[in-house]
């Protein structure tokens, strides 16, 4: 089995713009009034730090933005999921089907809960779950299917609904989708639905490189199910007076900030958009170079700005250009994501004799150089020279060697 290459450049000390943002929108006055008219309220001792007000407010408003009757705020998008699969009360041998290219938050998760993790494969293009793939590792014992709308680039749930109801589990009926939009706040899907309309349940984080930014970390559940999104509330606070639970609440501050951060939220996404695409037009005759597919109507939002190089330059000559880009020219750039068994060994040992080759191979042609909307005109045009520059000097070595 492959090792698990490094995700960052060798030149970090060289690097003007950074591997990834460390804020992926960024804040007005607006947000800072928020957060100042809750301080100032909340310094009277009657009033205090109780969120429930601000905590429902936002919750209302995200559930209307994305289209769901219900949405549930946690501290954050790791914790939200965790909820999520612990209403399913996984037993040993539980499946939950994923794809194999992902962020390790989500297969943690699964394993945490008790759940048996089954790894699927990508698809080349968007490199989200290939429902096909998916349809080849279901099981009867398959409880979910966990679809993640990966660097922006939303997937499409019917499949896997579809999918879900050709394999019932001959107990718990139909595995239940659950997507992970971490990454895709805001956006819509390949038939025009809402991100956090569709599927059991969706789930949302906040952290601060995220579409939009709750102080740092926070994350949201929505979901068409009444009993999940009423079991979600108490199990963020020990339970109510009758079940398990924990505290994973939102602060009053970080409520309020969300719902700014909301109210702006297709305007930051949209100059995101722009921005993406501007770059694939500036990139579009660099023969070496594969670029993220162009989807419109907000079905692809870039959270970051995928790259493939040729398959003879897979490995050793993906880390040569990504360190080029940062030791000659100071761009930034990261490998997201290879395939999680490749870089976490919980995850390796859980899904030992689990091999997806096509993941690995896409994984290993991988990097996202830094993108931002904030970047100036002038940031822009030189981080696309940058790559037009290293990209022509690693295709000159590779064809002297």
Known sequence: MPTNPATVPRSLASLRWPVEPAQGGWYTEAEHEAVREVLAESADWRTGWKAKPCTDAFENAFAAHAGARFAVAFNSGGTALEMVLHHLRLVPGDEVVSCAINFVGPHIAVIGQGGSLVLAEPDPITLNLDPTDAERVITPRTRAILVTHWNGASADIRPFLDLAERHPHPVHGPPVVIVDAARACGGRTPSGVRVGAE?????????????????????????????????????????????????????????????????????????????????????????????????????????????????????????????????????????????????????????????????????????????????SPAEESAICDAIRQATAQVARTHRIS
């Open 199 to 375: 599927g059991w349940a969706t789930v949302f984080s906040f952290e601060s490189k995220k579409l939009m930014t709750t102080l740092g970390q926070g994350g949201m559940v929505t979901t068409n199910d009444q009993a999940l999104a009423e079991r979600l509330r108490w199990l963020r606070t020990y339970g109510g007076r009758d079940h398990w639970g924990t505290n994973q609440m939102m602060t009053k501050p970080q409520a309020a900030v969300g719902l700014v951060q909301l109210s702006r939220l297709d305007k930051m996404n949209d100059a995101r958009i722009s921005r993406a695409h501007q770059r694939t037009q500036y990139l579009a005759d660099v023969d070496e170079l594969t670029l993220p597919p162009t989807l419109y109507s907000r079905s692809h939002l870039y959270y970051r700005y995928n790259l493939l190089v040729p398959d003879s330059w897979a490995g050793s000559g993906r880390d040569e250009l990504m360190e080029a880009l940062a030791s000659r020219h100071g761009v930034g750039s990261i490998i997201s994501d290879p395939p999680t068994y490749l870089g976490h060994r919980l995850i390796r040992d859980h899904t030992s004799g689990q091999h997806c080759p096509l993941a690995e191979r896409l994984a290993a042609r991988l990097l996202c150089p830094c993108l931002h909307p904030r970047l």
